[in-house]
């Protein structure tokens, strides 16, 4: 099995600039976990020992609120670190679960940490992930101010356009399979709230929703309608 993690890890891009010996190191202390959509990878408080990068797949990271419905902070994909937080020696500060059948590395946090002081690219990696989900959380930050629904929807499907987007015919499809209940998730809102946005961007020509999925028809003047431009 050292071979399968060996191999798992050194064709990770992330890893391309980290030293042959810390692959090496990285692939004693691996093992490689399967999750099928909806299941969890894990939960708010739950003390964690390993740090998860996900392998394929996406998971999605949330919080509950008091009426415990769901907060969708971040979906999470191919090499994206889930949980480098956990190298503060607490308990996890939030709910990860499988966004669609995911393959997650899994390491244990002790020894990562020993590989990550022999080895500073290594550090960068974790450094730059964290700068990354920061920097994502001051955007939505800035996006939870009181504007229309609709153009903080707009915002969100630009943003996940420019993620997970495919060029087609008609536009940029969002590679998700997105449903009004998980949109509504995304924003703390009401299924029925986020309906009515999508009909008012649907009715400005900016989105097609075909079945589970959603196609940005042109993605600047989707930018000029949540910028007010």
């Known amino acids: 099995m050292r071979e399968v993690y060996l191999e798992a ?7 391309k600039n980290i030293a042959k010996s810390s692959i090496d190191d990285l692939a004693d202390i691996c093992e490689i976990k399967c999750y099928q959509k909806g299941r969890h990878i894990f939960r708010d408080k739950e003390v964690i020992k390993k740090i998860f990068i996900v392998s394929k797949g996406k998971v999605s990271l949330y919080k509950l609120n008091e009426s415990a419905q769901k907060k969708i902070i971040f979906i999470l994909g191919e090499e994206d670190i889930i949980n480098a937080v956990v190298l503060d020696d607490l308990p996890a500060s939030i709910n990860c679960e499988a966004f669609e059948n995911v393959e997650i590395l899994a390491f244990d946090k002790e020894k990562f ?4 002081a022999k080895d500073f690219e ?11 989900k920061v920097r994502r959380l001051y955007r939505q930050l800035k996006n939870s101010t009181p504007i229309k629904v609709e153009k903080r929807v707009a915002a969100k499907l630009w943003k996940l356009s420019k993620d997970y987007g495919v060029k087609i015919e008609d536009g940029v499809l969002i590679d998700l399979k997105i449903s009004i209940t998980y949109l509504a998730d995304m924003f ?5 709230t986020i309906s009515r946005a999508l009909k008012i961007l649907q009715e400005n020509e900016l ?10 028809k042109d993605r600047d003047k989707l930018s000029n309608y949540f910028k007010g431009l």
Not at 9 to 15: G, R, T, V, Y
Not at 113 to 116: A, N
Not at 188 to 192: D, L, N, T
């Open 122 to 132: 290594l550090t960068k990696i974790i450094m730059s992930s964290l700068t990354i």
């Open 188 to 192: 703390g809102a009401s299924r029925e």
């Open 113 to 116: 940490q020993e590989v990550m």
């Open 9 to 15: 890890i050194s064709n990770m891009k992330i890893f």
């Open 207 to 216: 989105i097609i929703i075909d079945r589970k999925k959603i196609i940005v």
